[in-house]
Structure formats: structure tokens, C-alpha cells
């Protein structure tokens, strides 16, 4: 079992339908990154959190730290949206280490 | 804004060469990180750097080093190049060694084909 488990592994939407990406870890974090990563390869961060929610634009990402479960939320999906979006776990060790899910690839189709 | 470079965006190369891997950051970071990325298996850590010339193995170390002579330069080498090291490569960068939770910093990556 992955130390950082994300489902759905593929989502496809029709533009402007609300998206929940999930991602539950096993491992104690200091904190939770949700990353963009567009084709060609390029990986951009979007949120670090290590309690309660934060907002940015249409980007939602919670946590619940007893759970060991965060959601990325994207609201009015857009076709620009489509990207694999992968949570990690930062284990809070020195030079703040990453462990990687596998990613999830969301397709938004006009 | 943050810029992480690395050398090239695609890279050819035959079984048995040396092949070296460069990654620039532009903002004074600490830290520094080499991945791979394969499909069904994400992102995995390589090696990474929190200070000049140190550097501590990640989670598939084989096959690979690293040289970290500059504090905004972070190598890895493929001694000897296998089919196997056939890969996307990406290199990061973080602000502090002690800091929790930093936001890390991704390079475009390398697409690496070894025949």
C-alpha cells in the first residue's frame, strides 16, 4: 500500500461541473502540497496546508488531520483546468521531503 | 518569481554513456531535489542537497550521483546509462534546511530516452 493513496486515477468533466480530487496519506506530515503538473511536464505548486481549508480562485484544498484525508475541490470547471493533479505529503524531516501520489489526470471537455 | 532551469528538455543518449543532468535555481534556496517521474509510479525522490557539497540519497539512489559545488546548481549524473533510467526527470528547489512545510519549486524537466 502506497504511503500516499489519490482517487480518482482519471476523472473526465464536462465544463463547469464541480471536481473533488482526494488524496488519504499513512504517514505523519507537517503539512500537505497539491501540485498542477500541465502537459509537457512543468509542475506548479497550488496549495500547502497543514490545517482547515484554503481558497485560491476556483481551487479549494482541505484537510482534516485526524482523518489523514484531503480533497481538492475545483469549482465552474474550465477545459484549461485539464491537468494530473498530485498531492504530497511532506513528512516535516529536514530539507521537508515529499512523498508522492500517483496523481490524478482530470480532462475538462467543453 | 522563482526560476529552476534545467540544462535540456529532451535528452538522447546510448546505453553505457555518462550523462550528466543540470538544474539551476536563481533564488538563494537551500535546498534541492532530483526526481524521476515513470507512469503508475509518480514522482520518486532521487537524491537531494540542503547545503553545498552535501547531498543525502532519496528513495531509488541506484544507479545515479549527484554534485552540488554551488549552492544554485545541482547535478545528477547517470554513470553509466541503462535502459531502465529511460525517464522524466525533474529537479526542485525549497527555500530552508529547517523550515517546515516549504513549498518546493519545480523545473520544466528532462525527458531522457537511453537506446
Known amino acids: 500500500k502506497n504511503e500516499v493513496e489519490q482517487s480518482p486515477q482519471n476523472l473526465t468533466a464536462q465544463e463547469g461541473e464541480f471536481i473533488t480530487i482526494n488524496c488519504s496519506y499513512s504517514v505523519g506530515i507537517s503539512a500537505l502540497h497539491w501540485l498542477q503538473q500541465h502537459p509537457g511536464g512543468g509542475i506548479v505548486s497550488l496549495f500547502m496546508l497543514s490545517s482547515g481549508k484554503k481558497k485560491h480562485g476556483r481551487l479549494i484544498a482541505t484537510i482534516n488531520i485526524q482523518e489523514k484525508h484531503s480533497s481538492l475541490h475545483i469549482t465552474a470547471s474550465h477545459p484549461r483546468d485539464s491537468a494530473v493533479y498530485i498531492c504530497a505529503a511532506d513528512n516535516g524531516a529536514s530539507g521537508s521531503r515529499l512523498t508522492f501520489g500517483e496523481g490524478t489526470q482530470l480532462t475538462v471537455n467543453p | 518569481d522563482v526560476k529552476v532551469t534545467q540544462s535540456s528538455r529532451y535528452l538522447v543518449k546510448r546505453t553505457g554513456e555518462k550523462v550528466f543532468l543540470e538544474c539551476v535555481q536563481d533564488m538563494d534556496h537551500e535546498n534541492m531535489f532530483w526526481y524521476r517521474q515513470d507512469p503508475g509510479l509518480g514522482l520518486r525522490l532521487i537524491y537531494f542537497?540542503?547545503?553545498?557539497?552535501?547531498?543525502e540519497k532519496g528513495d531509488i539512489p541506484e544507479g545515479y550521483s549527484v554534485s552540488r559545488e554551488k549552492k544554485e546548481r545541482f547535478s545528477l549524473i547517470l554513470e553509466s546509462a541503462s535502459t531502465n533510467q529511460t525517464s522524466m526527470y525533474l529537479c526542485?528547489?525549497?527555500?530552508?534546511?529547517?523550515?517546515?512545510?516549504?513549498?518546493?519549486?519545480f523545473g520544466p524537466g528532462t525527458r531522457l530516452l537511453v537506446l
Open positions: 542537497s540542503y547545503d553545498v557539497k552535501m547531498k
Open positions: 526542485a528547489s525549497s527555500l530552508l534546511r529547517q523550515s517546515l512545510g516549504e513549498t518546493q519549486y
